[in-house]
């Protein structure tokens, strides 16, 4: 694909994003390219259960094994795809029942008769850009599972331990955060807005909360961070990066992010080729619409002046890491270990921090679900980085759990896409807040004045006895 979309392209033998689509059929331009991100957080959020929404979604939520995607028909017909967003017009807790962002719902699986957020949205939003936000790769196991797992967990609250001073700031690569929250890197804001990235950056900014801006963003990552800073000059913006096969369009990317302001690059590494996004394929959508393009792949080196790339996805080496690390002094997070030997080796070779991330289930479908992958990695990287993750983070308890099996902060994609699509600016602020209320609230409750208070002992499996001595042993894992 082309312009306008700086479509994703196959690695060193084929370009990758096409190569996803080509499979099933449709070329994949920028669409795949946004896939490669999987969006929207949101709508998996609030159809299961998230802050706005309700778990019911989830819990009904994409084609059963016996008939993953393609016997299932889609969405519509068959209650698949498109019901696993809990999105049936019935789904979603009842009003008075919403988290206190109004974006998280009470419970997961709670019955609602109020639209949940990924509903909303998905009444402003053409179909196939709702589905390329809310998919998921291949049967959407991942993408159910992210939410599924924080509902299996538990929160064993501690009592009677006082304290009027509770706060919710942490230390995250040297700097402040007012809490233990950021906005994960999603592509394509403006199908969701005509604002785009620009209604994120400022509402992420009004509300203090870190923002990561995608490569595959529809604006360039100078105008974002121009827009943070309009809202708050202290704005925090990091750069999502796919490191390119040609050094010279990284290296051209990294000045742009450097220059723009990023005070960190999220280098994401669990896409060695693009997903293979059911839904996308399904509706053929495999290009953004004209007048829209990823914005940062524009004037590259190898392009025709004033068009963009696409954005290449490809299997590349930790030589490739090590090379990108001296190309810049921003500290490097790298996003979407699983793999506890990975993250090891990733200390081992300097990277400043871990996101735990599947992608919000758009790569591998048989990744597990981020929340269970970050207990090993936690213990892997023994303290020496900090860990973040993000998949499924729905409303104040999902944060609290991340954080006791030993997150420093949690991200959320998807979510963020729903707000924004159905209130712009305001919308991404009042899902922001309410997350980070709903978190506030939720550490009171657990006895902690602190995040760094909640502690793994507090995390048990929902369905089964549990007994003192478990995982963590109370100890802190950061
Ligand atoms: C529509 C969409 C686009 C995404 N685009 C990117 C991207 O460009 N780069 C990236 O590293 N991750 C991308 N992701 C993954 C997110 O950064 C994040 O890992 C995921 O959304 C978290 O799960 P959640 O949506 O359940 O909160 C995307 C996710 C979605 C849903």
Known sequence: MSEPGAGL??????????AAVAGAGGPFGVAAVAGAGGPFGVAAVVESGGPFQMAAGAESSGPDKSGGPDQSGGPEESGGLGESDGLREADGPAEGSRGPAGSAGPERGAAASAPGPAASARRKLRPEHYDFFAGGAGEETALRENERAFGRLALLPRVLRGGADLGTRVSVLGREWQAPL????????????PDGELATARAAAATGIPLVTSMAATTAVADVVAAAREADSEALVWFQLYPQPEHEVT???????????????VVTVDSPVFGRRTRDLRNGFHDLPPGLAAENMRDLPGAAPGSTRDIAMWPAGWDDLARLRELTDLPVVLKGVLHPEDARTAVEQGVDALLVSNHGGRQLDAAPASVEALPAVVEAVAGRVPVLMDGGVRRGTDIALALALGARAVG????????????????VR????ALREDFTHVLTLCGGRRPE???????????LPYRPGGPGRGERAW
Do not use: K, Y
């Open 9 to 18: 392209r196959r690695g060193p033998a084929q370009p990758v994003e096409t």
């Open 182 to 193: 950021f906005v994960s890197p999603t592509a394509f804001h403006r199908l969701a807005h």
């Open 251 to 265: 290296a051209e990317l990294v000045r742009r992010a450097e220059r723009a302001g990023c005070r960190a690059l």
């Open 412 to 427: 959320v994609g998807r979510p963020v896409l729903w707000a924004l699509a159905t209130g712009g600016e305001d919308g």
């Open 430 to 433: 009042e899902v922001l807040t």
């Open 453 to 463: 208070d909640l502690t793994a002992d507090q995390v048990v499996p929902r369905g």
